[in-house]
């Protein structure tokens, strides 16, 4: 076990000749930034595995503003030459959505899934994307889920409704609770301009959610993409 410091911080761990971490150790490196009122303590704190002086192998690496919780970023996972690269988790700086899947380089690569933590009052686990990454962005076939139609708008359900009224087959086939409850979910929104308050004429309570199916390129819908409505019972 060595201690050693380094530029704006210490690395307390195993180590090879030279002061280069290898093996597991923890680097705290705290860097202070001023501004014209106030100074700003940036920190980054990594406890995990090292390879001559990279982060290599398992380990977490947080980064953020000392005791702001919110400004904090927290990767964790398989890592590689200083890159998070393999699966891993990022949870983002305001602690509102966690990604979980395959990273090359930092960036989001393969099969992954956002969970939007903060949307739902009833199961955070229902707020969720889950697809295929290319350098950070969608691409391919996603499925999607949004409470309150907090990704959606207007123009998706007259879309929507245009395609349902009248026709018994594409209802069904897309899985909508009904024509008459998209209509009145179309009249509320542009009435309110939220979903908040909207209760069907059926009678159900509970959370109003929007699975959607689509392609996406470069992080971007591309095409048609199907949605339809359901309620989570509180």
């Avoid at 930034?33 to 100074?39: A, D, L």
């Avoid at 087959?169 to 908040?196: R, W």
Wanted: proline share 2%; hydrophobic share 30%; with cysteine.
């Amino acid at each position: 076990m060595k201690s050693f410091k380094f530029k704006n911080g210490t690395y307390t761990g195993q180590a090879k000749s030279k002061n280069l971490p290898h093996g597991k150790g923890k680097l705290d490196v705290k860097k202070i930034i001023n501004k014209r009122t106030y100074s700003i303590v940036k920190t980054k704190f990594y406890s995990g595995n090292w390879v001559k002086g990279k982060m290599h192998g398992k380990g977490e690496l947080r980064i953020g503003e000392l005791d702001a919780i919110d400004h904090l970023e927290i990767y964790s996972g398989n890592w590689k030459n200083n890159f998070l690269e393999g699966r891993g988790q990022y949870i983002n700086g305001n602690l509102e959505t966690k990604y979980l899947g395959h990273f090359e380089k930092n960036k989001r690569n393969g099969k992954g899934i956002v969970f939007d933590m903060h949307y739902s009052k009833i199961d955070p686990q229902l707020n969720k994307c889950i697809g295929n990454w290319k350098n950070g962005s969608l691409e391919g076939e996603a499925t999607y889920i949004d409470p309150l139609f907090e990704h959606q708008d207007c123009v998706v359900v007259e879309k929507l409704f245009k395609k349902l009224k009248g026709k018994e087959k594409i209802e069904k086939k897309l899985g909508m609770t009904s024509a008459e409850d998209l209509y009145d979910l179309n009249v509320y929104l542009n009435k309110h301009g939220t979903i908040k308050g909207f209760e069907p004429n059926n009678g159900e309570k509970g959370e109003i959610y929007a699975e959607g199916k689509g392609v996406f390129k470069s992080g971007m819908r591309a095409g048609l993409h199907i949605n339809k409505i359901f309620y989570y019972d509180i």
